[in-house]
């Protein structure tokens, strides 16, 4: 059965960096692509950050570009999101992503606080 682990979030100050990690497993993680998305109560959950099956396509949404980056190691079945500069806006709950065949996978989500 595919589960999706976060961990890493937690409060910090703006300006400041955290890395959440996402440990997958149920499925055949290196020929799956994944995701990390956020969400703010009462709001629509967004993508953040995706990346291809090989790591070689990356794509980001435009307020994190040139903040996050995300990233995979393939042999330990992890994604990864690196969060620098962090701001109060990224506050949110942050959630790791998949699609295999046409059903989501999601995990239950990470706190990310961003307060001085």
């Known amino acids: 059965q595919v589960q999706l682990v976060e961990s890493g979030g937690g409060l910090v100050q703006p300006g400041g960096s955290l890395r959440l990690s996402c440990s997958a497993s149920?499925?055949?993680?290196?020929?799956?692509?994944m995701s990390w998305y956020r969400q703010v109560p009462g709001k629509e959950r967004e993508l953040v950050a995706f990346?291809?099956?090989?790591?070689?396509?990356?794509n980001y949404a435009d307020a994190v570009k040139g903040r996050f980056t995300i990233s995979r190691d393939n042999i330990k079945e992890t994604v990864y999101l690196q969060m620098n500069s962090l701001k109060p806006d990224d506050t949110a709950v942050y959630y790791c992503?998949?699609?295999?065949?046409?059903?989501?996978?999601w995990g239950q989500g990470t706190q990310v606080t961003v307060s001085s």
């Open positions: 992503q998949t699609r295999i065949w046409t059903s989501d996978y």
């Open positions: 990346i291809s099956r090989s790591g070689g396509t990356r």
């Open positions: 149920g499925f055949t993680f290196s020929i799956t692509a």
